[in-house]
């Protein structure tokens, strides 16, 4: 059922059996798997059915440190920013959540197995194939093979692409379950607790027209995106002055961002040597696309502790043939038997382009905080302030090393380095993906996290928080599979608590 | 940094002679039942002949050499060492029927021994194969 906040009388209170912040994939999600089971839920989004430029106004804010599109690029409605995302999937490598002393702050609760059983049925949520992203699995239909490299330094993983739009997709299945009620232009604005208690009580949510009700549940899950989750916790004051769970100082801190670097040169030695066609799109029959990128191996990364790191390659159509090196490297690299070299007539060398993903140390100083500013809702805004350390910037260069020398080892071709300077412009390319990741992190000890393993805030003993937020390091695959199984996961969790 | 023929082949002929007492010492240790057809100072010698012969190749050959040599923070005759080692490595890798760099520079791939030159990421012998033509002259 879909109710217009706008409609709810002023000071109205809506008692529920669980409350759920926020309707993206987390929420969604959350509501999936709670879908005619014998307890209401009730979910409170901001927005309408579709996108509105007043409510998207709620998301502006100021941004310090690097680019300032990060806050604008999400979207309030039913559905979230799954409304215009790319739909990329893939899940994080077990390496991601191994504590790495290299890493400062890394180590996840549990591993990469535990959450398997939850990536498999985030599949089906989102409308993907099977739960495999290895290369001997996706054969691609014209038989286009991955490229030779070793794997021990650099494999070849895919990504299944489908951009499920989970607000039109999931509309009717809200619409029918018996014990769902979402209410729309209902923006949270405040969670209530009381200074004598480990409990939020209720949350007051408010729309654009002035009036305001509250919902009052045993349970709270805040769903609303990385920017949104830590805000309304240092928003939510009446239990302690800092902002709920945020004892610590840590609400808002360690935000990551996958840092994307586009257009980094690398040269093979003839056009018709090599044969990108895996690792460009391409469509499978039950859903979208399956595309190859290249990973990382496990082993390097220890070896070199290196930060998650992946690759596409493409050419550009646009780009002349040009010969930027010596001839005689050109001929050491085509001469390789694997690669068909039947093309080359020795000046004629292309030019091919890299676009890399990387992961981000965690950093308490990139963090969201809180403006003197507010919104029509009275709230103060959200203010991100994100860094790339030099490890970052290195960790970028050394993954791209490691890169060009599986390309070298395999006489692919010769990869250009982008220059070694903190200063140089392609560090000043550096941009995010809209991926907010780590303000609410998940850590057992509550001095480095908001949440523990079961994505419980410390310190509260009803409110749980969903999404990317809680990542403690975040590998370099795009965060929406992983959110969303661990929507299921905590919804396993509520259920077994609702018993 | 420029090298006269003397010199040059002086190189050569040092790199042919560790290649003949790593030969005399055990090669077939890694498994070579051949003995090679070509030697070192031959194999570079005609490497080199055929990069100097064809202008494009020599002068893109030297513009990365040149880069290599500015870059090179060690002595003079640090840096011949290096190249006859290189050399050398380019014949030590090298089976009757193959190409010596793409052995070579397969093998320094394989193993990260790699350099950056002009921003290109090379494998040493490359680079230092460069940075010899760029002295022969
Ligand atoms: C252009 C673009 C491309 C992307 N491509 C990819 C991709 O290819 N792969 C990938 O994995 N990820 C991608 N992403 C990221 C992906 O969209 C997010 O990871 C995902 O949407 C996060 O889901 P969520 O439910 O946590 O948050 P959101 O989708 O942001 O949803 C949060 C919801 O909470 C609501 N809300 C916020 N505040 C309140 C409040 N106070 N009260 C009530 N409701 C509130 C919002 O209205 C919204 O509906 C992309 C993002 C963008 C912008």
């Known amino acids: 059922m879909f109710i217009d906040g706008r409609s709810v009388p002023e000071g109205h209170l809506v008692d529920t059996d669980i409350c759920i912040i926020g309707t993206g994939p987390a929420g969604i999600t959350l509501g999936l798997e709670f879908a005619d089971l014998p307890f209401n839920v009730c979910l409170l989004e901001s927005g309408d059915f579709e996108p509105r430029p007043e409510i998207s106004e709620l998301n502006k804010g100021p941004t310090t440190g690097r680019h300032g599109e990060a806050l604008d690029c999400r979207e309030r409605c039913f559905g979230g920013t799954s409304n215009h995302w790319t739909g990329w999937c893939r899940p994080l490598d077990a390496i991601d959540f191994d504590q790495r002393s290299w890493v400062p702050h890394s180590g996840w609760p549990f591993a990469k197995d535990h959450l398997e059983p939850y990536y498999s049925r985030a599949h089906e949520v989102l409308g993907i194939?099977?739960?495999?992203?290895?290369?001997?699995?996706?054969?691609?239909?014209?038989?286009?093979?991955?490229?030779?490299?070793?794997p021990d330094l650099v494999r070849t993983e895919v990504y299944q692409i489908e951009a499920r739009r989970f607000g039109p997709v999931y509309r009717q299945r809200f619409e029918r379950a018996s014990n769902l009620?979402?209410?729309?232009?209902?923006?949270v604005v405040e969670l209530h607790g009381r200074p004598d208690s480990t409990r939020?009580?209720?949350?007051?949510?408010?729309?654009?027209?002035?009036?305001?009700?509250?919902?009052?549940?045993?349970?709270?899950?805040?769903?609303?995106?990385?920017?949104?989750?830590?805000?309304?916790?240092?928003?939510?004051?009446?239990?302690?002055?800092?902002?709920?769970?945020?004892?610590?100082?840590?609400?808002?801190?360690?935000?990551?961002?996958?840092?994307?670097?586009?257009?980094?040169?690398?040269?093979?030695?003839?056009?018709?040597?090599?044969?990108?066609?895996?690792?460009?799109?391409?469509?499978?029959?039950?859903?979208?696309?399956?595309?190859?990128?290249?990973?990382?191996?496990?082993?390097?990364?220890?070896?070199?502790?290196?930060?998650?790191?992946?690759?596409?390659?493409y050419s550009r159509p646009d780009e002349?043939?040009?010969?930027?090196?010596?001839?005689?490297?050109?001929?050491?690299?085509?001469?390789?038997?694997?690669?068909?070299?039947?093309?080359?007539?020795?000046?004629?060398?292309?030019?091919?382009?890299?676009?890399?993903?990387?992961?981000?140390?965690?950093?308490?100083?990139?963090?969201?905080?809180?403006?003197?500013?507010?919104?029509?809702?009275?709230?103060?805004?959200?203010?991100?302030?994100?860094?790339?350390?030099?490890?970052?910037?290195?960790?970028?260069?050394?993954?791209?090393?490691?890169?060009?020398?599986?390309?070298?080892?395999?006489?692919?071709?010769?990869?250009?380095?982008?220059?070694?300077?903190?200063?140089?412009?392609?560090?000043?390319?550096i941009a995010g993906g809209c991926h907010h990741m780590g303000t609410t992190r998940m850590s057992m000890?509550?001095?480095?996290?908001?949440?523990?393993?079961?994505?419980?805030?410390?310190?509260?003993?009803?409110?749980?928080?969903?999404?990317?937020?809680?990542?403690?390091t975040c590998g370099s695959a795009n965060p929406t599979l992983t959110i969303v199984a661990l929507a299921v996961r905590l919804a396993d969790h509520i259920k077994e608590r609702m018993r | 940094m420029t090298l006269s023929r003397r010199e040059l082949a002086r190189l050569l002929g040092r790199s042919a002679a560790v290649w003949a007492a790593w030969w005399a010492h055990g090669c077939t240790s890694i498994g070579w039942r051949d003995a090679p057809s070509v030697s070192a100072q031959q194999a570079v010698d005609e490497r080199l002949d055929r990069t100097l012969a064809d202008p494009a190749t020599r002068e893109s050959s030297k513009a990365l050499g040149r880069a290599y040599l500015e870059s090179y923070g060690g002595s003079r005759d640090e840096l011949r060492r290096e190249i006859a080692w290189a050399m050398d490595r380019v014949a030590t890798?090298?089976?009757?029927?193959?190409?010596?760099?793409?052995?070579?520079?397969?093998?320094?791939?394989?193993?990260?021994?790699?350099?950056?030159?002009?921003?290109?990421?090379?494998?040493?012998?490359?680079?230092?194969?460069?940075?010899?033509?760029?002295?022969?002259?």
């Open chain 1, 200 to 313: 939020v009580f209720d949350v007051t949510a408010k729309t654009l027209e002035g009036n305001s009700f509250r919902v009052r549940a045993p349970f709270f899950i805040l769903a609303a995106g990385g920017i949104e989750n830590p805000r309304l916790l240092l928003v939510s004051r009446s239990r302690t002055n800092v902002g709920l769970g945020n004892e610590h100082d840590i609400v808002g801190r360690c935000f990551m961002e996958h840092p994307h670097v586009n257009d980094i040169g690398f040269w093979v030695a003839a056009q018709s040597s090599i044969d990108l066609s895996y690792y460009r799109p391409w469509d499978e029959q039950e859903f979208r696309a399956v595309m190859g990128m290249l990973v990382l191996g496990r082993e390097v990364a220890i070896r070199e502790r290196r930060l998650g790191f992946s690759a596409t390659l």
């Open chain 1, 445 to 472: 000890d509550p001095a480095w996290g908001v949440v523990d393993a079961n994505c419980k805030v410390h310190g509260v003993g009803n409110l749980y928080v969903a999404g990317s937020s809680v990542f403690p």
């Open chain 2, 93 to 137: 890798r090298t089976k009757p029927s193959d190409d010596l760099f793409r052995r070579a520079v397969h093998a320094d791939f394989a193993e990260g021994e790699m350099v950056e030159t002009s921003g290109w990421l090379l494998s040493h012998t490359e680079a230092r194969f460069s940075a010899l033509v760029a002295l022969a002259e």
């Open chain 1, 320 to 429: 002349g043939v040009r010969n930027p090196l010596s001839p005689s490297v050109q001929r050491s690299a085509a001469d390789v038997e694997d690669l068909d070299t039947s093309g080359l007539d020795g000046s004629d060398v292309r030019e091919y382009r890299c676009y890399c993903r990387t992961e981000q140390t965690p950093n308490l100083n990139s963090r969201i905080l809180l403006t003197d500013d507010r919104d029509a809702l009275g709230l103060p805004r959200a203010r991100l302030h994100w860094e790339l350390t030099e490890q970052d910037v290195l960790n970028i260069r050394e993954g791209l090393r490691i890169l060009g020398r599986a390309l070298g080892e395999a006489g692919v071709g010769r990869l250009r380095m982008p220059a070694d300077d903190l200063d140089a412009g392609w560090v000043g390319d």
């Open chain 1, 129 to 150: 194939g099977p739960p495999r992203f290895d290369a001997e699995f996706w054969k691609h239909p014209e038989g286009a093979q991955p490229l030779p490299l070793s």
């Open chain 1, 181 to 187: 009620s979402v209410y729309l232009h209902s923006s």
